[in-house]
């Protein structure tokens, strides 16, 4: 894992990115391991309120946020590639996390979350919706819709940042 970022990591992100699909992880489907963290759940968790964030390029938060799931290297990570924050800066992938989360409608989901040093748990709509929901941000109501079951997850404001709250299972 590479702590600081390369000079120019321009070449590095556009040879890397000619195959993305190589960096997605599967989905993870172990129902056992998801049973097991439900009923983990039972004795309530710590709450995360997690932005929505339709400018972010992958969902990431911090190793200390989800401290209790381990961290794996990425090829990102172990090339030194870094994402450019909102203001510029270049912050160091440091790997990811798969982490069991349950939200206030009561759908338990498993998030593959990138860890960098951030200081917000951010939801990218686009690792959302290449994931096969709908993202809709409206006055009458926000949510996240899964198109083929039609399960929806609210999505709530909080001042100008739309959230959704999941208790880390």
Known sequence: SSS???????????????DFKQTI???????DKI???????????????????SGAAVTVAS??????????????????????SACGSKIPDEGIKYVFVQTKDGHVRTLSMRVANVNSVLLSVYDMIHKNPRV???LDGSYVEHKTTGEKISIVWDGHNPVIEMTVL
């Open 4 to 18: 600081s970022c390369p000079e120019d990591s321009s070449a590095i992100v556009a040879e890397d990115c000619k």
């Open 25 to 31: 992880p599967a989905p993870l489907n172990d129902v």
């Open 35 to 53: 049973k097991k963290h439900q009923q983990k759940s039972a004795d309530g968790g710590r709450v995360v309120k997690a932005k929505v964030d």
């Open 63 to 84: 190793a200390s946020t989800f401290e209790e799931y381990k961290t794996h290297p990425t090829h990102e990570s172990e090339h030194g590639i870094c994402y450019t």
């Open 136 to 138: 809709v941000f409206d």
